[in-house]
């Protein structure tokens, strides 16, 4: 599977994006999906997650109230709306899917693909 993220920009604080993450496997809606980012200089840390059917979403606590995670299944997409931007939201981010298909949210290491990123940089 290839993994397509899209939507990042230079954007100043307090402004909202939408990521786009496109799925080129035809089993897309069989697994979790999440976003990951890495700050410059920092490891990369989970941002969000959402079941296959939507109905469960999880969030990292930096993110709660600002960011939403949803996915269309019927588009292989699964997108990262970021409200009230701020800068130590700044990064890459990244979208990945997760093979776990009991737990939730999926632990970490049960990601087994991820597309290339895209750039968030939010200006203060």
């Known amino acids: 599977v290839q993994l397509q993220a899209s939507g990042g920009g230079l954007v100043q604080a307090g402004d909202s994006l939408r990521l786009s993450c496109v799925s080129s496997?035809?089993?897309?809606?069989?697994?979790?999906m999440g976003w990951f980012r890495r700050a410059p200089g920092q490891e990369r840390e989970f941002v969000a997650s959402?079941?296959?059917?939507?109905?469960?979403?999880a969030y990292a606590d930096a993110v709660k109230g600002r960011f939403t995670i949803s996915r269309d299944n019927a588009e292989n997409t699964v997108y990262l709306h970021m409200n009230n931007l701020k800068s130590e939201d700044t990064g890459v981010y990244y979208c990945?899917?997760?093979?776990?298909?009991?737990?939730?949210?999926?632990?970490?290491?049960?990601?087994?693909?991820w597309g290339r990123g895209t750039q968030v940089t939010v200006s203060s």
């Open positions: 990945a899917r997760s093979r776990n298909l009991g737990s939730f949210p999926p632990p970490v290491a049960s990601y087994d693909a």
């Open positions: 959402v079941s296959r059917t939507i109905s469960r979403t």
């Open positions: 496997g035809r089993t897309f809606s069989s697994y979790p």
